[in-house]
Nanobody, 121 residues
Framework: QVHLVESGGGSVQAGGSLTLSCTGLGLTLSNRCVEWFRQAPGREREGFAKMLTGRTIYIADSVKGRFTISLDNTKNTLYLQMNDLKPEDTAMYYC???????????????RGQGTQVTVSS
């Protein structure tokens, strides 16, 4: 069975840090497109960080300089290191993977269940 398991969400004050993890089970993340999405209350889900075969190809301006996407091949785990968190970063965070990058989260053939990040001011 192929799926992604996310962890690492939580509550933090503005300016704090969190690290999210996304472990692939039954699939190898290093040879796929992997992407982090988030969905804030009342807003559409948006992709903001993406790697293709282990190389970072996209970081949204809204998180550039604060968030880092990385991949540990030995653990088959995708990470999202989030620093200097802001209240507007509050959202449900999801990871997704597929043989090629997709436009929408729903189009990826492997999708995580989501983990909540809440940033208080």
């Amino acid at each position: 069975q192929v799926h992604l398991v996310e962890s690492g969400g939580g509550s933090v004050q503005a300016g704090g840090s969190l690290t999210l993890s996304c472990t692939g089970l039954g699939l190898t993340l290093s040879n796929r497109c992997v992407e982090w999405f988030r969905q804030a209350p009342g807003r559409e889900r948006e992709g903001f960080a993406k790697m293709l075969t282990g190389r970072t190809i996209y970081i949204a301006d809204s998180v550039k300089g604060r968030f880092t996407i990385s991949l540990d091949n030995t653990k088959n785990t995708l990470y999202l290191q989030m620093n200097d968190l802001k209240p507007e970063d509050t959202a449900m965070y999801y990871c997704a993977a597929d043989w090629r990058c997709r436009q929408q989260f729903s189009e990826y053939n492997s999708r995580g269940q989501g983990t909540q990040v809440t940033v208080s001011s």
